[in-house]
T-cell receptor
């Protein structure tokens, strides 16, 4: 089934460790996004990429980095995890040449201790 | 800057009753507007979208929303609630196809038997 695949689905991580959340899409969408979801705060944009080779900062980019080497993959890296990065992370993609509706992955639940 | 306000973090209705979830947006230009639904432990899926065509938009599962420019609103309704409608609902706005979606904080819908 076409869509977005995120890995891992769940991870417990010690503070200070480096972690990469993986995201792959097979819809050939030009744009990809990372959001974090926290209770009472909704979804907040971390980073995005409108096309391969370019990235942009969202609302809450600090402590996170991304890369977009090709159309399909958009990994999110936490260089040195902190407890405040405990969250559910959603990757999404869209075709911005049309209405730009987002297609979401199933999420990655990250706990930083 | 775009923003979305969802009135009521939690709405509770009886099975068979009208569902009304409120969303107001701010945007300097006519926007694209979206409603997404999130069932427990899942990603978000699109319910419906407004893209400057008809102001009354019909979506999946019997939901619809009406774009009212004069009120800057895009409220979500369903005539008769089902138990299966219990979920988190997010309103989102996009100024143009190339800008990321901005989400509201979400409204949790409970349906009482």
């Amino acid at each position: 089934i076409a869509g977005i695949t995120q890995a891992p689905t769940s991870q417990i991580l010690a503070a200070g460790r480096r972690m990469t959340l993986r995201c792959t899409q097979d819809m050939r969408h030009n744009a990809m996004y990372w959001y974090r979801q926290d209770l009472g705060l909704g979804l907040r944009l971390i980073h995005y990429s409108n096309t391969a080779g370019t990235t942009g900062k969202g609302e809450v980019p600090d402590g996170y980095s991304v890369s977009r080497a090709n159309t399909d993959d958009f990994p999110l890296t936490l260089a040195s995890a902190v407890p405040s990065q405990t969250s559910v992370y959603f990757c999404a993609s869209s075709d911005t040449r049309e209405t730009g509706e987002l297609f979401f992955g199933e999420g990655s639940r990250l706990t930083v201790l | 800057a775009q923003s979305v306000t969802q009135l009521g973090s939690h709405v509770s209705v009886s099975e068979g009753a009208l569902v009304l979830l409120r969303c107001n947006y701010s945007s300097s230009v006519p926007p694209y507007l979206f409603w997404y639904v999130q069932y427990p432990n899942q990603g978000l899926q699109l319910l419906l979208k407004y893209t400057s065509a008809a102001t009354l938009v019909k979506g999946i599962n019997g939901f619809e929303a009406e774009f009212k420019k004069s009120e800057t609103s895009f409220h979500l309704t369903k005539p008769s609630a089902h138990m299966s409608d219990a979920a988190e609902y997010f309103c989102a706005v996009r100024r143009s196809g190339n800008t990321p979606l901005v989400f509201g904080k979400g409204t949790r819908l409970s349906v009482i038997a």
